[in-house]
């Protein structure tokens, strides 16, 4: 069974008033899409940068939608053969309906936020949980003001977890979002510039971030990077429930040793409550095992199996295009998809990762695209990793780099010595890139590492047809 929803408990957690329709209208799902609406769902019609959803509120209909709400600030032609209710503005009444609808859950909420690894400590724990209890959790990237309320609104009674991704690019949000979720064990991954536009600097980044706290019950639990002395620094000042730590340092709590990265997998020796276990995830990086020790963590607090864990772990699937691993067979070819996002930090992880699993003879090939959102430090940072670029040995074969700031990156890597290709956009590299690759012989490997705002997928999709690529 999922959600169910009558129209009267909609009018009560909006303060919405019945305009058409039935009280006891029965609604099984809410949707801000009216493209992929189910039978007996709930529209609920946002306004967009070009567009507003009350002009597709018929089209809804059409597709089966029960009922929708609405705002008389935007008269459109409004069907009456569904359910129509009337609020201020959708988007809070979408955001108190969530609410509303979560203090009926019974189920424990878990809610992850940090600068990088969100998204894979989600999937991981989202399957691991899975495995032992009826669990919901965050789909892809709905992690912000509407795509959370939009998952609580999934949620079943029957649900004993909701594992929960929270993001954020400006201060207060978390807090917002807190107030959404109400979660009982809250996870910080990491800290590192982000958002660099809204938020300032790493003490703005460190500040929101953090804000996830505040929405932690007295016996709840915060789950923590313990290898960041400034982040558990501020942990211990601000929250007033207990805190369990992960990471490499012996202090932690839930501690890996001996990490082993391959083009297979990461392998781990897992330390906890004095007991150790041999870890393997077939997710390539290091960057990975702060999300298996996280949801470690949390299978402990939650009372679930640990040995049964570290089996689901064993098989677990990556988020798209996070270092996903992929073989064009016809070139020789084995790339690294990384081009979901990326900051400072995850792009030496992957910088780093590339360089580990190269393999002897193999050819090194770097496309790398621009890090947005960092604001005033912008340039420097591109510099900066230009420079990492340079140090790795041995040296990559081919470097191109793609966006506002490729220059700045290129101009680092070649007063090393290491020349580069330089794009302002995807379309202009793609010909480049697939000219590098073909005329190569013998394997090679291909790291494409970018923001998400520079489109790198187009580059891959450029040469890589799906007949030929298979995933490793």
């Known amino acids: 069974m999922g959600v169910a929803l009558r129209a009267h408990d909609i009018c009560t957690a909006t303060g919405g008033r019945l305009r058409w329709g039935r009280q006891d209208t029965l609604f099984t799902s809410v949707s801000i899409d009216s493209r992929h609406i189910a039978p007996q769902a709930l529209f609920v019609p946002l306004a967009g940068e070009r567009v507003n959803g009350h002009s597709y509120i018929p089209a809804a209909v059409e597709s089966g939608a029960a009922g929708f709400l609405f705002s008389p600030s935007f008269p459109v032609m409004l069907p009456d053969n569904a359910t129509g209710i009337e609020v201020a503005d959708p ?43 009826p669990t919901r959790a965050t789909q892809g990237n709905l992690n912000n003001h509407i795509g959370l309320p939009l998952t609580l609104l ?44 809204t938020l300032g600097d790493l003490a703005g980044v460190l500040a929101a971030e953090t804000e996830l706290l505040s929405a932690l019950p007295p016996d ?67 960057h990975c095992v702060p999300a298996a020790l996280a949801t470690i963590a949390a299978v402990l607090e939650n009372g679930l199996d640990l040995d049964a864990a570290c089996t689901t772990l064993r098989t677990v699937q990556g988020a798209p295009r996070r270092l996903a691993s992929l073989r064009v067979p016809a070139y020789q070819l084995t790339v690294l998809d990384d081009c979901y996002n990326a900051n400072p930090a995850s792009m030496q992880h992957a910088l780093q990762t590339a360089n580990t699993i190269r393999r002897a003879g193999e050819r090194l090939l770097l496309v790398l695209g621009d890090m947005l959102e960092l604001g005033t430090v912008s340039e420097l940072r591109h510099e900066e990793i230009g420079a990492y670029v340079a140090g790795l040995k041995p040296a990559p074969d081919a470097l191109v780099t793609v966006g506002q700031y490729a220059p700045q990156l290129a101009e680092a890597t070649e007063r090393a010595g290491l020349p580069a290709q330089v794009f302002p956009d995807a379309t202009a590299a793609a010909p480049c890139v697939r000219a590098l690759i073909r005329q190569a012989d013998g394997p090679q490997l291909m790291l494409v590492k970018g923001s998400r705002g520079v489109h790198l997928e187009h580059i891959l999709e450029a040469f890589v047809d799906r007949k030929e690529k298979e995933k490793t």
Not at 91 to 115: D, E, N
Not at 175 to 189: D, N, W
Not at 232 to 237: D, F, N, P, T
């Open 220 to 286: 709840g639990v915060a789950i923590i990077n313990g290898d960041d002395p400034v982040l558990l620094a501020a942990v211990q000042q601000q929250t007033r429930c207990r805190i369990v730590t992960f990471g490499e340092q012996p202090a932690n709590q839930v501690r890996a040793s001996q990490i082993q990265v391959s083009r297979t997998g990461t392998r781990f020796e897992l330390h906890v409550q004095g007991q150790r276990r041999q870890v393997q995830l077939p997710l390539i990086g290091s």
């Open 154 to 197: 999934c949620a079943a009674p029957e649900d004993d977890f909701l594992v929960l991704e929270m993001g954020t690019s400006g201060p207060g949000e978390l807090t917002l979002l807190g107030r959404f979720a109400r979660p009982h064990v809250g996870i910080i991954t990491s800290i590192s510039e982000e958002h660099i536009e």
């Open 91 to 133: 988007l809070h009444a979408l955001q108190a309906l969530a609410t509303w609808h979560r203090r009926r859950l019974s189920a424990r909420v878990i809610g992850i936020a940090g600068s990088n690894g969100k998204t894979t400590t989600k999937e991981l724990m989202a399957q691991v949980f899975t495995a032992q209890r």
